[in-house]
């Protein structure tokens, strides 16, 4: 078996051999046998494949109360490219200008040692972290700001990003916190939820988290949840080609797959798959406390899990379109919002219906709910759904 993830030097298409049940169920490649972000194609489903990292979910109940998107700065260097002692090159942090002392024989860790004590009396020692190349640096109450001379840019290649200051209403106890752990912002604490924004960890105190490479949009109000990225792998599908077979796809699941549905009673059906209800937390325990044979018959799928030991559930849902050599079967419950135009004749239970002809509603006790006429071609006679004269 091939030991993909001690080999790097590959290439980025591996040729897949096609479905063997017992071994890749539908197609898809075996975990061991592509690297993570690697695409792996079936030449013979003419599917696409890669691999990426799952993660243990926690859900907190904390709200944001305010932010900061430049609550401070991480600046990495890559390359020093100076050889005189004659040239100034200076920074300001918070408006109050820096300047580097470098000369010849200067290497990126004197850099880094400047900027870091520099960064220390403006924010305090707290709030500064270093690495061999990276200065990260903080506020804890106000914004910071940072600009770089002509002479800075020139001489040193760098990039830098801000850190994002993020105050919570209450304490908030994170779980097994590592470098890698990303913090969400939704709309909800339990039920549905939709990630808005999300950043990595840099730092936690009482109520307030520190983050980088943050990405989406704050508002005050949100809610926070946790992702710790955990040593699992998932395969799965990029190309979204329809896959052709009885009953539902179980293997390489993500959400807006499609399925082609090719059962004798059902053949031709098509189905697309539905994960946002993997973030309704009353809706996945409903789902889990459902006897085993009814979710199969509601084409319920496992997706994923939560982190905690618990199955998230997915749901194949049927795209209808209507076919003109057979008939059109609507399953499940139906709201119509606005009005609802037929234009032929209206069959109940085979029981046809013409515009002379009542349609009535009764409920247990034989007591009529609805009567009226179900259509109007005569002007004459009453409007549809009124009692008949």
């Known amino acids: ?3 993909s993830d001690s080999q790097t030097q590959r290439g980025f298409v591996q040729h897949r051999r096609s479905r063997i049940n017992s071994v ?3 197609g898809q490649p075996l975990s061991s046998q592509v690297l993570e972000g690697e695409i792996a194609i079936n030449l013979a489903t003419r599917k696409l494949y890669t691999k990426r990292q799952l ?26 490219d100076y050889d005189s002692d ?10 109050n200008t820096k300047t580097l002392i470098l000369d010849s024989d200067s290497l990126i860790s004197d850099i880094v040692t400047q900027v870091k004590n520099a960064a220390i009396a403006e924010v305090g020692a707290a709030q500064v972290t270093s690495s061999s190349n990276s200065v990260t640096f903080f506020s804890t109450n106000s914004s910071v700001s940072t600009t770089f001379s002509n002479n800075f840019v020139k001489f040193i290649d760098f990039n830098f990003q801000s850190v994002v200051r993020v105050e919570l209403n209450t304490t908030v106890s994170l779980s097994s916190v590592t470098a890698s752990t990303i913090i969400d912002f939704d709309l909800a604490s339990s039920g549905f939820r939709r990630t808005f924004s999300n950043g990595r960890l840099i730092s936690h105190t009482g109520s307030t988290v520190y983050l980088k490479d943050f990405a989406g949009s704050l508002q005050v109000g949100y809610k926070i949840s946790q992702r710790n990225p955990r040593d699992e792998f998932k395969v799965i599908e990029i190309n979204n080609v ?18 082609i549905q090719n059962r004798d009673s059902e053949s031709g059906q098509l189905y697309w798959l539905d994960s946002s209800i993997t973030d309704d937390s009353d809706f996945q325990n409903s789902i889990r406390s459902l006897d085993s044979d009814f979710r199969v018959n509601s084409n319920l799928v496992v997706i994923d899990s939560d982190g905690n030991g618990n199955l998230l559930y997915a749901e194949w849902r049927k795209i209808v379109s209507t076919s003109l050599v057979g008939d ?3 399953e499940g419950d139906y709201h119509f919002k606005g009005s609802v135009t037929i234009d032929s004749d209206l069959i109940f239970d085979n029981k046809r219906f013409t515009d002379t002809t009542m349609f009535t509603v009764k409920d247990v006790n034989s007591n ?9 071609i005569d002007s004459d006679l009453p409007e549809p759904g009124l009692e008949a004269s």
């Open 86 to 95: 004659n040239v100034n090159i200076t920074y300001t942090i918070n408006g």
């Open 328 to 330: 059109t079967v609507f």
């Open 55 to 80: 993660f243990d979910t926690f859900t907190h109940n904390q709200t944001v109360t305010g932010f900061e998107t430049n609550a401070g700065f991480i600046i990495t260097f890559s390359d020093l």
């Open 1 to 3: 078996m091939i030991d």
């Open 242 to 259: 329809p896959l052709v077979k009885p009953t539902p796809p179980e293997h390489a699941l993500e959400s807006g797959n499609m399925w």
């Open 368 to 376: 009529i709910i609805i009567a009226g006429h179900l259509l109007q």
């Open 24 to 26: 890749n169920g539908e």
